[in-house]
């Protein structure tokens, strides 16, 4: 069968400059063969565009030498290091990142490039499989990172575009079993074992080979000795002043440029390699040596990048790569991956790049015929994971394939998902759980929540080592952005592991020692990770229903997967009016449009003309949804509604432009919605309007009801009013703050403990059928006669929408809450 390339979309820009402008030519090619007509255009003159860039690259590398360690420790000419300003500020870094973002839009919206935009929407489609190059010797034009074109993002979501400035002739595709050599070269002050872990969990029907700080004459050797496919490195590295060349620390006394080991790497090319991977700092230099080697695809970092960027981004870019993804578009989901760290690591998202010859077909990691041999050796022993419940009727067998704790980011116990919640204790009762050594885990689990009781992570671990060894349990999976948003994700946790807890506690589901396990999955909040997380839980047929997903736009893109599998899955925090309607589906909350409704009338009350803006989060369904019902409602109440530019998903969100239309229009009220990840956002501005002094009342969505308001805020977030579906009584905090020596200023646990006992009680009826199978939970829980008695009172699920339905109107736990003197306290 032919593979179908797809299209590959070529911006040449020539000789020019941008005093002056350059010439660009627009190439369409659709598998290698030119299919529409060439069309030319012109870049405007622009000299500020490297003003812009050279600021922010300044403000970048001064934050990062006072941030963690970069994968750059070499001595090269002082010209390099002359670029860092004096600041250190993160809040710099991001400002003069807006204003790079929104110059080089502005250059490229005033440049003549009408007939090559209509000539490009005319020929490919947003669906199409397309990979777009930037085709230019200009150093300067490969620095900028052209993904962030507006008009591309708009037409093509999120398009990766790459770098190339030579074409060749192609040189095959990769073929099982891929031969890879990897390099790890000094490792002063960074983590580079971590890569090595990456590489082996990751590549599979692979030769791996490593070699570790090597003298150079046995680098050498290694490269010319055999054929490879792939060459890594990771460790210390830079660009040259001139821009063409860079050096690589391949240990603590050698450094190596690629022009001292050209004659040898021209032989590694003539033995079929593809794909050179730098994870390591400012690696244009090194990209453009190679690049003259006809290296079919080469990937670098543009600037310096920290460890934890590094590892990321290898790990994300595996992930997507290795089950059959292109290249170009594994780099895409890795780079938009990392956009989920940048509140900590700005910029995170702008460092990878594709340096590729644009004759090049499209790279695809090989999925192999044979399995890796540990798989062997397991098979010819006969090894499976059962679940057994043989006195209740029902009996499954798990394949070792299908197991969805062997997948990275989904754990039982055997891995710490909680990056910036660890110890030594739990790193061991990890290290134990993984051994099977269930006993010992118990004891440093143990030990790991007398120093940190407020783990919940270790809290579900310690309680699935207790039943790891009973022939009878249950697991249950919970999905939750333990990598983008921990805190959120702990509160989560946090529900289902007291409920957990009280279950085992009890001697079980069925009260005859059938215990409960939980499986704990990170999804970054993010819809590709929720769909790929909701594949493994669905072919796990050891998982009896899910709890999850966060953000709503994770469970909207979820929700097929859980339907067309059977497997039940109940969000306990997500709002779209998207979600729902659907079998297998459940959720804890209303609809958003519920909370909108509830917040406009308190705001009704409390002004008598309402003069209302409003600032949402297009990244989220559920914020928007909130949007429209808010806006209708205030209408009601004969309130104008100000149509104000505050979207805190858009990458050069200005609060100062948000400050000046509240001023211009006499706002007297100010709503925010904003995404989970997008808090420090919406807290900005409240900032900003209380230090300009402007008479405004604050009124939010449920998403701000969590102890980061409070903290970020301090006295800017004195008096906001928030809609939440839950708030606890005096008895239920101090039971919380008894077992999580915290105070509990969150609905997300609640709503989480609520959902595990519907699923318990679910799972209890099910145990009573003739035939127990996963498939029946969605008959039991959509049943006019099942109940469940939840913390705040007794409900039941709608059989036709999937939402939760409290039996006594009265028992509704939905309140107003406001910031009383740094408290959320309930609004009478």
């Given amino acids: 069968m032919t593979m179908k390339l797809g299209k590959q979309v070529i911006f040449r820009i020539d000789e020019g400059s941008f005093e002056h402008g350059f010439p660009i030519t627009l190439t369409i090619k659709e598998n290698r063969e030119i299919c529409v007509q060439e069309v030319k255009g012109r870049l405007a003159s622009a000299p500020e565009i490297l003003i812009d860039y050279n600021n922010w690259q300044q403000a970048y590398c001064a934050w990062g030498k006072t941030n963690r360690w970069w ?32 110059a080089l839009n502005n250059w490229l919206d005033r440049s003549s490039l009408e007939k090559i935009k209509q000539r490009l929407l005319h020929t490919v489609g947003r669906n199409d499989l397309v990979n777009f190059t930037i085709k230019t010797d200009n150093q300067d034009l490969q620095k900028l990172p052209w993904e962030l074109w507006t008009f ?3 037409y093509y979501d999120n398009p990766e575009v790459a770098l190339s400035s030579t074409s060749t002739h192609k040189k095959g595709a990769l073929k099982s ?19 090595w872990n990456i590489l082996q969990q990751r590549l599979k029907n692979a030769k791996l080979t490593l070699l570790k700080k090597p003298p150079s004459d046995e680098l050498v050797e290694k490269l010319t000795n055999q054929p490879w496919d792939i060459i890594f490195f990771a460790g210390h590295s830079s660009t040259h002043p001139s821009g063409n060349d860079g050096l690589i620390s391949i240990n603590e006394q050698e450094k190596l440029s690629t022009v001292q080991i050209k004659k040898y790497l021209k032989q590694v090319v003539r033995n079929g390699l593809k794909l050179v991977i730098f994870n390591s700092c400012d690696g244009l230099g090194l990209a453009r040596q190679l690049e003259g ?38 780099v895409k989901e890795a780079r938009h991956k990392l956009k989920l760290i940048e509140n900590d690591l700005p910029n995170a998202s702008w460092l990878p790049v594709i340096f590729q010859n644009p004759e090049e077909p499209p790279l695809f990691y090989p999925s192999g015929t044979n399995p890796p041999i540990w798989t062997i050796i397991l098979w010819g022993i006969g090894a499976a994971i059962a679940l057994s419940v043989t006195g209740l009727g029902f009996y499954k067998i798990t394949e070792l394939s299908k197991d969805s704790t062997l997948a990275p980011e989904i754990s039982l116990g055997e891995e710490i998902l909680s990056k910036n919640n660890t110890n030594a204790k739990k790193e061991a009762g990890v290290k134990a759980f993984a051994a099977k050594k269930y006993p010992e885990a118990i004891a440093h689990f143990k030990a790991s929540l007398e120093q940190n009781p407020n783990d919940p992570e270790t809290r579900i671990y310690l309680n699935n ?4 060894n009973n022939k009878n349990k249950i697991k249950v999976a919970t999905s939750v952005p333990l990598g983008s948003n921990q805190a959120i994700a702990e509160e989560i946790l946090r529900g289902v592991a007291e409920i957990q807890e009280n279950v085992n506690r009890e001697d079980g589901i069925d009260g005859k020692g059938l215990g409960l396990q939980i499986v704990i999955a990170n999804d970054n909040n993010n819809s590709e990770n929720a769909e790929e997380k909701a594949r493994k839980f669905v072919k796990d047929p050891s998982i009896f229903a899910v709890i999850g997903h966060n953000a709503s736009n994770a ?36 609809q958003i449009t519920f909370f909108a409704a509830q917040l406009s009338n308190g705001l009704g009350k409390a002004i008598t003309q309402p003069n209302v803006a409003i600032c949402v989060d297009n990244t989220s369904p559920d914020q928007e949804s909130f949007k429209n019902e808010f806006r209708s409602v205030v209408s009601a109440y004969r309130g104008q509604y100000i149509e104000v530019n505050c979207n805190f998903s858009q990458p050069n969100f200005n609060k100062s432009n948000v400050i000046a239309a509240i001023k211009k229009h006499n706002v007297n009220s100010l709503m925010v919605a904003p995404y989970v990840d997008h808090l420090p956002k919406a807290i900005a501005v409240f900032k900003e309007v209380r230090q300009n002094q402007l008479p405004v009342k604050l009124f939010g969505s449920p998403t701000l009801y969590n102890d980061k308001t409070i903290e970020l805020g301090g006295e800017a977030v004195e008096g906001l009013t928030v809609s939440v579906p839950y708030y606890p009584d005096l008895k239920e905090q101090e039971s919380f703050r008894e077992l999580w020596k915290v105070e509990l200023n969150t609905w997300r646990s609640s709503t989480s403990k609520d959902t595990t006992i519907a699923i318990v009680t679910a799972l209890q009826e099910l145990l009573k059928t003739s035939q127990p199978s996963r498939e029946k939970l969605d008959d039991i829980l959509r049943d006019p006669n099942f109940k469940v008695k939840g913390i705040a009172g007794e409900f039941k699920f709608n059989k036709k929408t999937g939402e939760r339905e409290f039996l006594l109107q009265q028992q509704r736990p939905d309140k107003l809450i406001q910031v009383q003197n740094g408290k959320f306290v309930k609004v009478e």
Avoid: W
């Fill in 71 to 102: 994968r750059r420790q070499i001595v090269v000419p002082q010209q390099i290091d002359t670029n860092c300003s004096n600041t250190d500020s993160k809040d710099e870094v991001n400002n003069l990142a807006c204003r790079f973002v929104e």
């Fill in 152 to 154: 591309l993002q708009e």
């Fill in 465 to 468: 080592a207790r039943v790891a």
């Fill in 177 to 195: 079993p891929v031969r890879i050599l990897a390099i790890l070269g000094s490792d002063e002050k960074i983590d580079i074992q971590t890569d």
């Fill in 555 to 590: 469970s909207v893109a979820a929700t097929p997967i859980y339907k067309k599998g059977k497997l039940v899955m109940i969000s306990p925090t997500s709002f779209a009016n998207q979600l729902g309607k659907e079998p297998y589906v459940f959720r804890l909350v209303p």
């Fill in 293 to 330: 080697l006809q290296i079919p695809h080469i990937i670098v970092m543009r600037q310096p990048i920290h460890d934890e960027v590094a590892q990321k981004f290898l790990n994300d870019f595996l992930t997507s790569f290795t089950p059959h993804t292109s290249l170009h578009e594994a």
